[in-house]
Structures are given as C-alpha cells and as structure tokens.
C-alpha cells in the first residue's frame, strides 16, 4: 500500500537559515508526489507537485522540491527561511485513481516549522 | 473569489446531537473530498464523491453521512455514531488527471 512517511515532527530554524523537510514514500509506480502548507486554523495550500519530467521541481514561495527514485525521497527544501515560512508542511502522494479524474491523496503526519527571528 | 467554502469555520455540539458541515465550491470541480485532521496525524480520508448523486467511502467513514445532489455542494453529516467527533474538518475539491487538491479553510468541531 501506498505510504509516506515524514519523519521530521517538528524542526526549528533561525531566520535567514537555509531548510530542508524529508519526506519517504512507498510506492510501486512512479508516483505522483505533493507538498502543501498549512497555517494555523487554515486549509491547505499547494506548494509544489512532481508528476514526471525533471526532478527537481520549483513552487510557490521560494520552495524546491527534489524527486530520488533511488531514495524514494521527495524532500522539500528553501534557501533562506522567513519569518512567515512557520507552518505545517505535508507530503502527499496519489493513492489510488478512482476514474473520472478522483485521486485519492495519501498524506504524511506532517513536519510543524518553527522559525527563530 | 472563487473556491472552496466551508461552513461554519466553528461549531459546538452537545454530544448526541448530528451536525452538519456544508462545504460549497465554484471551481467546477468534478470530484470532492471531506478529510478529518487530528494533532499528529495527517489528513485522512472520510468520503469523497466523483460526480454527482454518487459518493464512495474513505478510510474512516463510520459515523459518517455525506450527499452530492448537485455538483457545487458536498455536505458532511457527523452523526452521533461517530465515537470522537471533535477534530478538523476539511472539505476538498479536484480536477482534471493530476490528483492536485484544492482545499477550503477548514471547520473545527468541538462536542461537549
């Protein structure tokens, strides 16, 4: 079964630091593999997304994400962190195609992002 | 402003008591999802719908109740025989062949 694990509960970083958040899935396939961000009491917001093509993938906010087959990784990186950057970040992967355009979306516990001034 | 529109952000209910959450979109979304959120544990799936007048059962859909009689509305019903009803609720929709979501701003219920 589809899975993905973030091992990372909770990190801390200084302001201006740089940012990597691990992400690991399991999957037979290649997958189709997401981050989205949360603020506190909010949805979701999409990051970034890999479906093919080139592994290292660009998104919103500053944010890159690499995809290693070899690894099973898709981790989440960003070059100087800002204070606003404090968040819940999740990794996601497709599950399962249900038809008609329904995916099922497989997410891991999530990473909460703490950012020193 | 188009998207996803969940309804009330906040609710109370005394335990029993069904509740229903209303979540509304204008994105012509074919598919829509309701995710439950708990502190540490990710998203999981509870229903979600393809299309209209159909609707399929997620991982944790027991003391759960959902309709889709039109494309724009997918409310869910928590029903008194859900066991631990107080948690994060999240309403979703997607479109086209990517699996991206598009989530509303949550709605939190608390039974007392």
């Known amino acids: 079964a589809q899975s993905v694990t973030q091992p990372d509960i909770h990190i801390t970083v200084s302001e201006g630091a740089s940012l990597e958040l691990r992400c690991n899935y399991s999957?037979?396939?290649?997958?189709?593999l997401f981050w989205y961000v949360q603020s506190p009491g909010q949805g979701l917001q999409l990051l970034l997304k890999?479906?093919?093509?080139?592994?290292l993938v660009q998104g919103i906010k500053g944010f890159e994400a690499e995809f290693k087959r070899s690894q099973s990784s898709f981790n989440l990186r960003k070059p100087s962190v800002h204070w606003s950057d404090a968040a819940e970040y999740f990794c996601a992967v497709v599950k399962r195609y249900s038809g008609a355009g329904s995916y099922q979306l497989t997410f891991g516990k999530g990473t909460k992002l703490s950012v020193i001034p | 402003d188009g998207g996803i529109t969940q309804s009330p952000k906040y609710l109370f209910r005394k335990e029993g008591q069904n509740v229903t959450l209303s979540c509304e979109q204008n994105?012509?979304?074919?598919?829509m999802y309701w995710y439950r959120q708990d502190p540490g544990q990710g998203l999981r799936l509870i229903y979600y719908?393809?299309?209209?007048?159909?609707?399929q059962k997620g991982d944790i859909a027991e003391g759960y109740s959902v309709s889709r009689e039109k494309k724009e509305s997918f409310p869910l019903t928590v029903t008194s025989a859900q066991k631990n009803p107080t948690a994060f609720y999240l309403c979703a929709g997607g479109k086209g062949n990517t699996g991206e979501l598009f989530f509303g701003e949550g709605s939190r219920l608390t039974v007392l």
């Open positions: 994105l012509n979304h074919d598919a």
């Open positions: 999957y037979g396939a290649t997958p189709y």
């Open positions: 719908s393809q299309i209209v007048n159909d609707f």
């Open positions: 890999y479906f093919s093509g080139d592994t």
